[in-house]
């Protein structure tokens, strides 16, 4: 299996400039979350989904970012407008479901540096 | 509001020597998870503990939980340098999906 797939891997954009981060989950995995990490305030949840619908926002930052999953296969994180303080490595994870005892975990992708001048 | 704390943040070792890694989660979980990640890299999933008392052991390191205390600990036996990364714990509750994360703990081994 090829893993969770992010692109694109490095993102360097001005403040004002819309910005949108891809992300492939694994294949037949139902949930999809996006995390958010930088140094102050490490990795946090921003949304997640399950069977392409959205079930928590509530890390979502403010409205300038949205996230849409259109089919299984694919979602995408959007910026917009975007400032010097979205400056951070966004990494998309899935899962299959969990039962009481399942002992699976969130598979991380390689994550998308973004870098907002 | 679930919240996680690491201890310590920053550890260095010398080759050879054991030390413990300690995460304290606030409110009742039954899922905790320990990763890796390097430097520059995703994070990588070591360990996953269900139950109070569990372990868990995957070469030098060795995971246990403790969910009557609210604790996890991620023990490192005769630490070798490819064990340097930043190492993490999560906690999550029941069906609920959303991981809260530790702030992480990163390691340095020395020769």
């Known amino acids: 299996d090829a893993g969770v797939i992010q692109s694109p891997r490095h993102e360097v954009t001005e403040m004002g400039q819309e910005v949108t981060l891809r992300c492939k989950p694994i294949?037949?995995?139902?949930?999809l979350f996006w995390y958010r990490q930088t140094m102050m305030r490490g990795l946090e949840l921003l949304i997640y989904?399950?069977?392409?619908?959205?079930?928590?926002d509530s890390g979502m930052p403010e409205d300038r970012f949205s996230a849409k999953m259109p089919n299984a296969s694919f979602s995408t994180l959007k910026i917009q407008p975007s400032e010097p303080r979205d400056s951070a490595v966004y990494f998309c994870?899935?899962?299959?479901?969990?039962?009481?005892?399942?002992?699976?975990?969130?598979?991380f992708g390689p994550g998308t540096r973004l870098t907002v001048l | 509001e679930l919240k996680v704390e690491q201890n310590p943040l920053f550890l260095s070792m010398q080759e050879g020597k054991n030390y413990t890694i300690y995460c304290n989660y606030s409110?009742?979980?039954?899922?905790l998870y320990w990763y890796r990640q390097d430097p520059g890299k995703s994070l990588e999933s070591l360990f996953v503990l269900l139950s109070n008392g569990a372990v868990k052991q995957e070469g030098r390191l060795m995971a246990s939980l403790d969910t009557k205390a609210r604790l996890s600990t991620l023990h490192i036996t005769a630490a070798v340098h490819d064990l340097s990364a930043t190492y993490f714990c999560?906690?999550?509750?029941?069906?609920?999906?959303?991981?809260?994360f530790g702030k992480g703990t990163l390691l340095t081994v020395n020769p």
């Open positions: 989904f399950n069977n392409n619908v959205p079930i928590d």
């Open positions: 999560a906690a999550g509750r029941g069906s609920n999906y959303k991981l809260t």
């Open positions: 994870a899935s899962s299959s479901y969990w039962g009481v005892s399942s002992t699976d975990t969130q598979y």
């Open positions: 409110t009742t979980s039954d899922r």
């Open positions: 294949s037949g995995h139902d949930y």
